[in-house]
T-cell receptor, first 113, second 111 residues
């Protein structure tokens, strides 16, 4: 597609529920990244994909967080048993190669109530 | 701790003035990038400067990189109200393949 698409754009969920966030990167971009941004803060790295593999999962905050990427394209970030501290904007970015600039999606604003 | 720190945290200027933001980082890097973020959503890539480059221009933007001081600056000339946004620097520490973002500078350009 023309840009990085993320869905949903907003999600309100009850504490303890599972959520799935989707990222559709630019076609042909091999590198895909997930970040999250809490209100008024910088970006926190979560996970990086090169193709379908994730060589770096070091940023995932806990084992409640997982992510996968299939077909070298769409990625989903899953948060199980959501907690209030998971509330943030989750941003996905893709790039042609690792050292290139990122194209970001508009993010998913997750609110856990 | 953050790899990149922007300075100042907030900046308010009049339209037409120049805005300068600085970024300092801790470890050696391959590249440094600057991004703009409006309204707390998606970031827009502005410019990438490689570790062997010292200065780069793009329109009204000028970026410098001093690897000996581990610092970079972003200059926006002849600012406009539409430049109001948060600006982030991002660095990819040598040997890694991910960019670490700083905490950002909130720029407000007054019409």
């Amino acid at each position: 597609g023309a840009g990085v698409s993320q869905s949903p754009s907003n999600k309100v969920t009850e504490k303890g529920k599972d959520v799935e966030l989707r990222c559709d990167p630019i076609s042909g971009h091999t590198a895909l990244y997930w970040y999250r941004q809490s209100l008024g803060q910088g970006l926190e790295f979560l996970i990086y994909f090169q193709g379908n593999s994730a060589p770096d999962k070091s940023g995932l905050p806990s084992d409640r967080f997982s992510a996968e990427r299939t077909g070298g394209s769409v990625s989903t970030l899953t948060i199980q048993r959501t907690q209030q501290e998971d509330s943030a904007v989750y941003l996905c970015a893709s790039s042609l190669e690792q050292s290139y600039g990122y194209t970001f999606g508009s993010g998913t604003r997750l609110t856990v109530v | 701790s953050q790899q990149g720190e922007e300075d100042p945290q907030a900046l308010s200027i009049q339209e037409g003035e120049n805005a300068t933001m600085n970024c300092s980082y801790k470890t050696s890097i391959n590249n440094l990038q600057w991004y703009r973020q409006n309204s707390g959503r998606g970031l827009v890539h502005l410019i990438l400067i490689r570790s062997n480059e010292r200065e780069k221009h793009s329109g009204r933007l000028r970026v410098t990189l001093d690897t000996s001081k581990k610092s970079s600056s972003l200059l926006i000339t002849a600012s406009r109200a539409a430049d109001t946004a948060s600006y982030f620097c991002a660095t990819d520490p040598s040997g890694t393949y991910k960019y670490i973002f700083g905490t950002g500078t909130r720029l407000k350009v007054l019409a």
